[in-house]
């Protein structure tokens, strides 16, 4: 049971995440959110002490959407490789467009804040911090199972495999074209595949 | 010979665009450009006709001093392997960090901008598509040339270079840490050698 308040609340939050992360974390005046929720500002600042306040609710609600996202598609994977597929596939997945309006909003934050607003820098670092974790602790799973190669590197996995994707994503929001995405995620597929599975060495040996 | 006139347009060109790389192509206000710059706002409205106007040059100039370094890491290439390596490393040299601060103007624009103003994105538009049409033409010759495959696609390949690359420089920006790019560019190299480049098959046939 939610309250009508909680309600009102968490409306608020999800447009709020829509608007800034099409229009700006640190840019959107608090007067177009009033406008898009239909709120006077005594209303807003009932639900949140501040602007501030309400970005940062407002960021976690859009990283929390990205990750459910891809955190669903990883149901029924078993191999570390179909996990790995499964995560790079779910940026672009075949049923829709991203969650999202305006991108990925932990890159957003990354590139529109720089040292302007430290606070969202932090909320960013920690949730693509959270999103590398994850792929490193498949990765080391799937190493120990030798189902991936013992010589790769988590940490350099991870950071090729969201590096190339988030580029993907910022060239496709460029170009206004799915294309460039397109092309990342079967380049990473490759990877995965060629990269860092485990081939059984021909002569047999295990 | 440039006119004391040219010399200061230039030096505000210039200083404008670290500002707005750093802090904002949209957001920072002709107040600070004028604290940065020492000139009262009818100074900078003398060189410059509007803050559009003085936006646009200072992009250009920034997607100049970026290309130059580009197109400088190619002197003494010889074949497309080489050609595509110097640039790949040309985006975290040894000798120095990257030439403007505030990683990429081009991918700030683009994450920035949005639909905010049509103009600044275009010309990103623009400078995206030339940067890509350099790597595929370092393709196709290399391709000609029987140095690359013949079954890779150029339009692919400058969209998994740049887009990688480009991810490298979000991620090791928002982290402030070498690293990410660092493992996008040992990736990158890798792609290149292992799945551009053409090697001759083991029979010896050409």
């Not at 529109?112 to 693509?128: F, I, T, W």
């Not at 060239?171 to 799915?178: C, G, K, N, V």
Request: hydrophobic content about 40%.
């Amino acid at each position: 049971m939610t309250s009508k308040g909680e309600r009102t609340r968490n409306q608020v939050i999800a447009l709020t995440a829509d608007l800034m992360n099409e229009q700006g974390w640190l840019g959107v005046p608090i007067s177009q959110v009033m406008a898009v929720s239909g709120l006077q500002k005594g209303g807003l600042y009932r639900h949140f002490e501040s602007r501030e306040a309400l970005a940062y609710a407002a960021f976690d609600h859009a990283v929390a959407r990205v990750r459910d996202r891809l955190i669903d598609s990883l149901t029924g994977c078993e191999t570390a490789t179909e996990q790995l597929l499964a995560l790079i596939h779910a940026y672009q997945p075949e049923d829709g467009p991203v969650p999202l309006p305006g991108g990925c909003p932990i890159m957003n934050v990354a590139i529109e804040s720089d040292h302007a607003h430290p606070g969202l820098r932090e909320r960013a670092v920690d949730a693509m911090s959270r999103w590398r974790s994850l792929i490193e602790q498949i990765v080391l799973d799937g190493m120990r199972r030798s189902e991936l190669r013992k010589d790769i590197d988590p940490a350099n996995v991870s950071a090729v495999l969201i590096g190339g994707l988030e580029g993907g994503v910022m060239l496709s929001h460029l170009y206004d074209d799915p294309e460039p995405l397109q092309a990342a995620i079967r380049h990473l597929h490759h990877y995965v595949e060629h990269d860092l599975r485990r081939h059984a060495p021909e002569d047999g040996t295990p």
